[in-house]
């Protein structure tokens, strides 16, 4: 007798892709499963870099905390060369005229912040100080958090336990079928993917088997992904010659910047330095073939790569600075690099893959961990709204439209830095190496992809770009910009990302304007139009099923003066709570806030309407006077809802 | 057969003040008990106004997070006048011109922020968007956050029980004694008090006595306190005619500063609105006798102070506005204001007296929590440093000498500010009513109280004045500035109070200056004088028995550009962990920190120590040239470590 049971999502691993799917599923209340084919988890090494982005999609799903607290913060890059013929192009530059440098000829440092700042023309926005925690503050600082990817996975797990739900390991899935009948791949309520998987017992024992019938699966398996393999799509992409080492571990040595994430590039080797939480570090270090490889056969001999040879590989590369035997070595390892991405995302819209098994990359611009939650992030809201029957399956194409796009231009990008940090730098003698100037100038251009908040989503059924005119720096189909608000009713500043939760529904911001008698009458009489039945706000809402299934959540801003403005004076299809309705002016302190409506160019004398996605990003933006624009949008993907008899 | 034990320190009353002293010494290693006669915690209602300053006491044991979190933050205080009479004098008054306010006649709004600005010149610190958390910023910006006295006892016992400590209940003491014997009270190893404790069990059952020897007792048992009026001390002061209602509840009013902190002054009555944590607030409303009295008796007959009596009241006070009646109510009660102080808060320095057990106060200037924790913080390290023979147990006479003097302080406030509150507004019909102006001087001058920062501890023992002048804006005596650092090693910007965490050790804070050749030699030789054997470094140290029992943490804080410093050139004895070295310069954003030398008055061309009491306070300030001096400062209380022969 096989056991068999149904699932209406099932996970197949348990990394950080598959553990951000289950976390978005089981946040929206759906009905899945998660294996891992590991006994335990990752216990060291790995990913660790943690992108502003991320943090900010963590934090709406109220998970960024714990990397803030314990993470390491990167506030500079350090490009270290050990060329003295380098000229040293940034205005910045640490002069080294100091007493306190006595190897100054060989140190040059480059100093900024370590991200880019975002597009718009804000301040830093400081939401911190006041809402105790908001993430999307954060991108305009730092480079990124490196935090353990156990620690990743553990934070997730601990949520998930909190939920009453279990990674459920060691289990193999062993077949995969997809139903070929139309019918039924279009029916959202049937199980058309039939799953096998083999229970692993201890030792001896065979493995107990399970018949898993699913409505979805999740393939998120990993670089080597067997669901991948199983539905035959093949990785595209090349294999560099570039052969990298990596070590984390407690340093022991006289090299100033080893608290900075650092890149040395000496003609003796290249090293990036990436500080870690505690007193760890990482260095990635360049490895010449005569380090790993056997003479013999001609590929990588991994029992020559020790962390001692490491170590000495860092040596040669930190001369004259001293590198002294580390008392500590988490872990070490060794890749050559691979820019690689999946032909497909999706089989049929019913079994997807994600993460490493879609893409991989070089480890060293921090892209892979992120680029595979994020995956997950625009997954889980689409699958949730197709369960639930709210949304037509059609929806989920557009998971393989947005993110295979988005994989294929981060490889792209990954290709061309990995090359520069792998060759030898330009000296007199090596004309033909790689200028600090060109290092300086796609390491910079890079803030896009190494903070993450450059993805740009092209128009789709989810992205409708026909009204971008009326708030032009509200970029439809990236993230929501970062922006301080004030509540009205209590004069408390709130970061707009911190009323954008990862809950499933999509956020109408209402910008009301400037609250003259006249723009009250307008916002009155778009309250009422929206208050019909034939409005997007009612017919694809459900209300009996209450507030955490609802599909609208509304936040209207006005305009002008916090002393003038009454909160009362909202209409209340737009007032749902007190403290939903916000400003745009500055705080009591006037140091936090204010200047919105100009910075996205949204004109304060009429009302305009910007929805935002479940997963944060822009969706669509329409004038009071457009409302059939919106209810033309949700109508390509969303079904209306039926009364029940 | 009793039952007898030995405790180091029996703490008698579980509400805040006895927690808090349960947590200091726990995170201290103090071998301790804590009792309360309650079966459990205080459900509702009680105390719930959290200070600035406590925010910061609170960090200091790593404890503020929830509340930063889950508390209702103070914005704006609003002073509403019933009344048209009212000159409105600040200069930042609501003009009321808007639209949006058709009551306006009736409603004027004066805005400051809820919190007095600090004394120094400092700017709004902002180190919560970097550091995750940090309190010390909070106190330019909130007035309070209010949250249930429930929540913050939840804390402190969660946090208890992190540590493996519960609070055993219901214990009821019945009787204390003292020895008399003056050797056994100067040995901080005897056990000189002996306290009866009946344990109460359930229903029937006579109580189980236990007799528990004591190093030291303190009695944090509250208002009617038990250990105070068995050791025969008087509260002195008076009880005023002011009866005050006071209800938790979920408003439903168009009364449109609800969620302000709002004082409402009108001929019908005044009233207090305190915004409480989700969608809670607090009213205190003025009671007149007809109320609360029972005409017979002439006492208070609580039967008729329910929760719609007080209602009632609100109504007529708010009116125009209304005020419906509520959906749920969470709890009400009635007191009369009384301002008074314990004639003594020790016996022999061998049981002390915390919290409402040695001064009560009104509630409405949110004080007497936040006074009850802060005593037992001041208490906490002293004892702990008596207990592991590190100090004098004459350092104990401090506590009644510097809380005193502070209870004494604020009961001399809080009548003032009673009595204003409390009197009817002046109009033309009552000339003799209290002012706008009145009102408005007092409750700003009351920052100091209300914030918690202006505690000033006159000099002793612990404070000594005699180098005031090296750093003129750092007042001995009161608490250390809030100031943002950087860290010279990541470039990350750091609060100076989230390095001074209450762990029982002083912090030398060493500002080493302009680090030029001449002041690097300076610095250097100052740490081979503190590596003498004959200094207060060494002397008073105990480095076998582990860093968490060590007596000092060094921070040497450089002045300059953090571009030319490395942290490597500190001398070793300052620099004890990468991370400690901090510069006075601004983070990579150029937004945070710097200014500091100047802010403080500390010269660049001087080496200068601050030493910093292990509760926070400012003890005493040095230069390089008067180290006998700090010698000197800790010699009056510290005692030699003796060496294992």
Same mark, same amino acid.
């Given at each position: 007798?096989?056991?068999?049971?149904?699932?209406?999502?099932?996970?197949?691993?348990?990394?950080?892709?598959?553990?951000?799917?289950?976390?978005a599923?089981a946040?929206a209340?759906v009905?899945?499963?998660i294996?891992d084919?590991?006994?335990?988890?990752?216990?060291?090494?790995?990913?660790?870099g943690i992108q502003?982005?991320?943090?900010?999609? %963590?934090?709406?799903y109220?998970?960024?905390e714990? %990397?803030l607290?314990?993470g390491?913060?990167?506030?500079?890059? !350090?490009?270290?060369?050990?060329?003295?013929?380098?000229?040293?192009?940034?205005?910045?530059?640490?002069?080294?005229?100091?007493?306190?440098?006595p190897r100054?000829?060989w140190?040059?440092?480059t100093?900024w912040?370590?991200?880019?700042?975002?597009?718009?023309?804000?301040?830093l926005?400081?939401q911190?100080?006041?809402?105790?925690?908001?993430?999307?503050?954060?991108?305009n600082?730092?480079?990124?958090?490196?935090i353990?990817?156990?620690?990743?996975?553990?934070?997730?797990?601990d949520?998930?336990?909190?939920?009453?739900v279990a990674?459920?390991?060691p289990?193999?899935?062993?077949?995969?079928?997809?139903s070929?009948?139309a019918?039924?791949?279009?029916?959202?309520s049937?199980y058309?993917?039939?799953?096998v998987?083999d229970h692993?017992?201890?030792s001896?024992?065979?493995?107990e088997?399970?018949?898993v019938?699913a @409505?979805f699966v999740v393939?998120?398996?990993?670089?080597?992904s067997?669901?991948?393999?199983?539905l035959?799509f093949?990785?595209?992409?090349e294999?560099?010659?570039?052969i990298?080492?990596?070590?984390d571990?407690?340093p022991?040595?006289d090299?100033?910047d080893?608290?900075n994430?650092c890149?040395i590039h000496s003609?003796?080797?290249?090293?990036?330095?990436?500080?870690?939480e505690?007193?760890?570090?990482?260095?990635?270090?360049?490895?010449?073939?005569?380090?790993v490889?056997d003479? !013999?056969?001609g590929?990588?001999? @991994?029992?020559?790569?020790?962390a001692?040879r %490491?170590?000495d590989?860092?040596?040669?590369?930190?001369?004259p600075?001293t590198?002294n035997?580390?008392?500590e070595?988490?872990w070490?390892?060794?890749?050559?690099?691979?820019?690689r991405?999946?032909?497909?995302?999706?089989a049929k819209?019913r079994?997807?893959?994600?993460?490493?098994?879609?893409?991989?990359?070089?480890? &060293?611009?921090?892209?892979?961990?992120?680029?595979?939650m994020?995956?997950?992030?625009?997954?889980?809201?689409k699958?949730?709204?197709?369960?639930?029957?709210?949304?037509?399956?059609?929806?989920?194409?557009t998971?393989?439209?947005e993110r295979? @796009?988005?994989?294929?231009?981060?490889?792209?990008?990954d290709?061309?830095?990995?090359?520069?940090?792998?060759g030898?730098?330009?000296?007199?003698?090596?004309?033909?190496?790689?200028?600090h100037e060109?290092?300086?100038?796609?390491?910079?251009?890079?803030?896009g992809?190494?903070s993450g908040?450059?993805?740009?989503?092209?128009?789709?059924?989810?992205?409708?770009?026909t009204h971008?005119?009326?708030a032009p720096s509200?970029?439809i189909?990236q993230?929501?910009l970062?922006?301080i608000f004030?509540?009205?009713?209590?004069?408390?500043?709130?970061e707009?990302?911190?009323?954008?939760?990862?809950d499933?529904?999509?956020?109408?911001? !209402?910008?009301v304007?400037l609250?003259?008698s006249?723009?009250?009458g307008k916002?009155?009489r778009?309250?009422?139009?929206?208050?019909?039945?034939?409005s997007?706000l009612?017919?694809?809402d459900h209300?009996?099923?209450?507030?955490?299934?609802?599909?609208?959540d509304i936040i209207?801003?006005?305009a002008?003066? &916090?002393d003038d403005?009454?909160?009362l004076d909202?209409?209340p299809?737009?007032?749902?709570h007190?403290s @939903?309705?916000?400003?745009?002016?500055?705080?009591v302190?006037?140091?936090?806030g204010?200047?919105?409506?100009?910075?996205f160019g949204?004109?304060?004398?009429?009302?305009t309407?910007v929805v935002?996605?479940?997963d944060g990003?822009?969706?669509?933006i329409?004038?009071?006077?457009?409302?059939?624009?919106?209810d033309?949008?949700f109508?390509?993907?969303?079904i209306?809802?039926?009364?029940k008899?």
């Amino acid at each position: 007798m096989v056991k068999e049971s149904r699932v209406d999502v099932l996970i197949i691993g348990a990394g950080p892709s598959g553990l951000m799917c289950a976390n978005a599923l089981a946040g929206a209340g759906v009905d899945f499963r998660i294996i891992d084919n590991r006994p335990i988890g990752v216990p060291a090494g790995q990913a660790d870099g943690i992108q502003p982005r991320t943090i900010e999609v %963590l934090q709406s799903y109220g998970l960024a905390e714990p %990397l803030l607290k314990d993470g390491a913060q990167m506030h500079l890059c !350090v490009r270290t060369s050990a060329s003295r013929s380098f000229h040293i192009l940034s205005s910045n530059i640490d002069t080294c005229a100091g007493i306190l440098q006595p190897r100054t000829q060989w140190r040059h440092r480059t100093y900024w912040p370590g991200c880019r700042r975002n597009g718009s023309n804000s301040p830093l926005s400081i939401q911190g100080m006041f809402c105790y925690l908001a993430s999307s503050y954060l991108l305009n600082v730092f480079l990124q958090i490196t935090i353990a990817q156990s620690t990743i996975e553990a934070l997730f797990i601990d949520s998930l336990k909190s939920q009453g739900v279990a990674v459920d390991r060691p289990i193999v899935p062993s077949s995969l079928e997809i139903s070929e009948d139309a019918e039924e791949l279009l029916n959202p309520s049937s199980y058309p993917v039939k799953v096998v998987l083999d229970h692993m017992l201890p030792s001896d024992t065979a493995p107990e088997q399970e018949i898993v019938h699913a @409505k979805f699966v999740v393939g998120a398996d990993g670089a080597h992904s067997w669901v991948r393999k199983t539905l035959g799509f093949s990785m595209d992409g090349e294999q560099s010659d570039y052969i990298w080492g990596v070590i984390d571990f407690i340093p022991d040595t006289d090299f100033p910047d080893i608290r900075n994430r650092c890149a040395i590039h000496s003609s003796n080797g290249s090293c990036m330095i990436i500080p870690r939480e505690g007193d760890k570090v990482r260095f990635y270090l360049q490895m010449s073939d005569k380090d790993v490889m056997d003479p !013999v056969t001609g590929r990588i001999d @991994k029992a020559k790569v020790t962390a001692e040879r %490491l170590i000495d590989v860092a040596r040669k590369t930190f001369y004259p600075y001293t590198v002294n035997e580390p008392k500590e070595v988490d872990w070490c390892s060794i890749y050559i690099i691979g820019q690689r991405v999946a032909s497909k995302f999706s089989a049929k819209d019913r079994v997807f893959i994600a993460g490493d098994a879609c893409h991989t990359h070089s480890p &060293k611009a921090g892209q892979g961990m992120n680029a595979s939650m994020n995956d997950t992030h625009n997954l889980g809201w689409k699958l949730a709204q197709v369960l639930r029957g709210r949304a037509d399956i059609s929806l989920l194409k557009t998971y393989e439209l947005e993110r295979q @796009k988005y994989a294929q231009d981060l490889i792209d990008f990954d290709r061309e830095f990995s090359a520069l940090f792998s060759g030898k730098p330009r000296t007199s003698d090596n004309e033909e190496g790689v200028s600090h100037e060109q290092f300086l100038t796609a390491f910079q251009a890079s803030g896009g992809f190494s903070s993450g908040i450059g993805v740009h989503y092209m128009p789709s059924a989810i992205v409708d770009t026909t009204h971008q005119a009326c708030a032009p720096s509200i970029i439809i189909g990236q993230r929501m910009l970062p922006q301080i608000f004030v509540r009205v009713a209590d004069a408390r500043p709130v970061e707009i990302h911190d009323m954008l939760p990862s809950d499933t529904r999509f956020k109408l911001l !209402v910008f009301v304007g400037l609250l003259t008698s006249e723009q009250l009458g307008k916002v009155g009489r778009l309250a009422e139009e929206l208050q019909l039945p034939t409005s997007f706000l009612q017919k694809y809402d459900h209300p009996a099923e209450g507030k955490a299934q609802s599909m609208f959540d509304i936040i209207p801003i006005a305009a002008g003066n &916090k002393d003038d403005v009454n909160y009362l004076d909202i209409p209340p299809p737009f007032r749902t709570h007190w403290s @939903k309705v916000l400003i745009d002016d500055t705080d009591v302190t006037g140091r936090l806030g204010g200047g919105a409506y100009e910075r996205f160019g949204i004109d304060p004398k009429e009302v305009t309407m910007v929805v935002v996605r479940p997963d944060g990003y822009v969706g669509m933006i329409a004038p009071s006077t457009a409302v059939e624009s919106i209810d033309k949008y949700f109508g390509s993907f969303l079904i209306v809802r039926q009364e029940k008899p």
